[in-house]
């Protein structure tokens, strides 16, 4: 089991994996346990990995605990209307947002990708010394 400082992001795939495999092991009483101690979820990357039913719903156990209990950031490249691709049941991708968008403060971070940015100026750095070279 991961024992996860709160300061530090959950990648949404990796946690939906742990909540599977806590599961199987019965261990995810134990897992959503140590969740709720947490004063803060950070659930990174949400949207790039579509998630299985059973993914989504434990996912959906982890947002209804901490719904007004504890304090959650959620980042991902997806508006509302394609969380159903990821979450796949449309009620429950309902029931999801609808917990995580009351009381909320929506923060849109539109601009090039940071990654991007540094990988086109590698490759200008590089295409600079093979011509000087």
């Known amino acids: 089991m991961i024992v996860h400082n709160s300061d530090m992001p959950y990648v949404a795939p990796a946690l939906v994996t742990q ?3 806590a599961r199987e092991d019965r261990q995810l009483q134990r897992l959503l346990k140590q969740f709720e101690k947490q004063d803060l979820l950070i659930l ?6 579509p998630f299985s039913k059973a993914g989504s719903e434990l ?3 982890v947002v209804s605990r901490a719904y007004e209990r504890q304090s959650l950031i959620i980042t991902t490249n997806l508006p509302f ?3 159903t691709e990821v979450c796949g049941s449309e009620r429950l991708t309902g029931a999801l947002l609808d917990r995580l968008t009351h009381r909320v403060h929506i923060i849109e971070a539109n601009g090039q990708s940071y990654r991007l940015e540094q990988s086109q100026k590698r490759l200008a750095r590089r295409k600079k010394r093979a011509t000087q070279n």
Do not use: P, Q, S, T
Request: proline residues 0%.
């Open 59 to 61: 996912l959906f156990e």
């Open 19 to 21: 909540l599977l495999e």
């Open 44 to 49: 990174d990357e949400l949207g790039y990995v």
């Open 81 to 83: 209307e394609n969380w």
